[in-house]
């Protein structure tokens, strides 16, 4: 099983990103997915987090409105869009896949927005 974070880096105030998440050995498709994210010294966070069929998708406060996800099952892929970013969005952001008892990581990729 493997997750594979891309498209972080470092973007000015109010720049956009887009963070895709690609995975293999296991059946995507069953399986819902989240992004999270970690800074420095705080706790990992639920970013959103989209249902196995993409029909339904939740997002933290504050992603709404600035954030998308989404994902393509015939890809086994999870995206994340994200717009106006601002420097209290720099983390490590990590891709989820969960299904009942069984959740798979990646290994995170870094955004980092300087004012």
């Known amino acids: 099983v493997t997750l594979v974070e891309s498209g972080g880096g470092l973007v000015q105030f109010g720049g956009s990103l887009r963070l895709s998440c690609a995975t293999s050995?296991?059946?995507?498709?069953?399986?819902?997915a989240s992004w999270y994210r970690q800074a420095p010294g705080m706790e990992r966070e639920l970013v959103a987090s989209?249902?196995?069929?993409?029909?339904?998708?939740n997002y933290a406060k504050f992603a709404l409105g600035r954030f998308t996800i989404s994902r393509d099952n015939a890809k086994s892929t999870v995206n994340l869009q994200m717009n106006s970013l601002m420097p209290e969005d720099t983390a490590v952001y990590y891709c989820?896949?969960?299904?009942?008892?069984?959740?798979?990581w990646g290994q995170g990729t870094q955004v980092t927005v300087s004012s």
């Open positions: 989209i249902t196995s069929d993409g029909a339904r998708s």
């Open positions: 050995g296991f059946t995507f498709s069953y399986y819902d």
């Open positions: 989820k896949a969960d299904l009942y008892r069984n959740e798979f």
